[in-house]
């Protein structure tokens, strides 16, 4: 632990808060000087103390320990970064604004890297009156279907969950832009931008 980078993340995290320095001390049972001490970087927090610092920032031990704050804490709900994960033994969807260490069914699951769709594996978009209606011609077989469809902005995620042998029908409220994704238990996760229709 480099007590200089994580004094100057107590102090951080501290002032995010809007906590002073007794207030901190009181919630994990320690004087203020203490407090001071580690954010001057002339100490750091005895290990046993991490977890309850943790706990009150609302962060990881791991991010005390190391001093900074890691990419995927920077990111929290940036939408452009959403990630999906899939379960592959029970159909399980997870969605995170940020890559994050997922179990499932007692596997970690990765994120999956989606693919711009070719012009033959595309959604099929129409506009009827106010709505999207979003078609696709992809066989929906107990072996090769889509699970789920997804629109995803900046700032929003509709999950649409699909099933076999059921065809994908999926109404949405007329967006301009965004990108429609879908993950093919086959082809993997695709996508296509929606202002191309």
Same mark, same amino acid.
């Given at each position: 632990?480099?007590?200089?980078?994580?004094?100057?993340?107590?102090? *951080?995290?501290?002032?995010?808060?809007?906590?002073? %320095?007794?207030?901190?001390?009181?919630?994990?049972?320690?004087?203020? &000087?203490?407090?001071?001490?580690?954010?001057?970087?002339?100490? =750091?927090?005895?290990?046993?103390?991490?977890?309850?610092?943790?706990?009150?920032?609302?962060?990881?031990?791991?991010?005390?320990?190391?001093? $900074?704050?890691? &990419?995927? /804490?920077?990111?929290?709900?940036?939408?452009? &970064?959403? &990630?999906?994960?899939?379960?592959?033994?029970?159909?399980?969807?997870?969605?995170?604004?940020?890559?994050?260490?997922?179990?499932? =069914?007692?596997?970690?699951?990765?994120?999956?890297?989606?693919?711009?769709?070719? /012009?033959?594996?595309?959604?099929?978009?129409?506009?009827?009156?106010? $709505?999207?209606?979003?078609?696709?011609?992809?066989?929906?077989?107990?072996?090769?279907?889509?699970?789920?469809?997804?629109?995803?902005?900046?700032?929003?995620?509709?999950?649409?969950?699909?099933?076999? $042998?059921?065809?994908? %029908?999926?109404?949405?409220?007329?967006?301009?832009?965004?990108?429609?994704?879908?993950?093919?238990?086959? =082809?993997?996760?695709?996508? *296509?931008?929606?202002?191309?229709?």
């Amino acid at each position: 632990m480099d007590q200089v980078k994580t004094g100057r993340l107590i102090r *951080q995290l501290r002032t995010q808060l809007g906590l002073t %320095q007794k207030q901190l001390a009181e919630r994990i049972g320690v004087g203020d &000087k203490a407090v001071s001490k580690w954010e001057l970087g002339n100490g =750091c927090p005895d290990i046993s103390l991490i977890p309850a610092l943790a706990e009150v920032f609302g962060t990881d031990t791991g991010v005390l320990l190391s001093g $900074e704050i890691d &990419k995927n /804490e920077s990111e929290k709900g940036n939408m452009k &970064k959403l &990630k999906f994960y899939v379960c592959k033994d029970c159909g399980n969807i997870v969605a995170a604004a940020s890559e994050a260490a997922v179990t499932c =069914c007692g596997s970690r699951l990765a994120p999956l890297e989606p693919r711009k769709a070719e /012009e033959s594996e595309r959604l099929s978009i129409e506009d009827i009156g106010g $709505e999207l209606y979003i078609t696709s011609a992809h066989s929906m077989t107990k072996e090769h279907y889509i699970s789920f469809a997804a629109y995803q902005s900046d700032s929003t995620l509709m999950l649409f969950r699909q099933y076999p $042998e059921w065809p994908v %029908q999926i109404h949405l409220p007329v967006f301009r832009s965004g990108r429609l994704v879908w993950y093919c238990t086959g =082809c993997g996760l695709l996508y *296509q931008e929606l202002r191309e229709h």
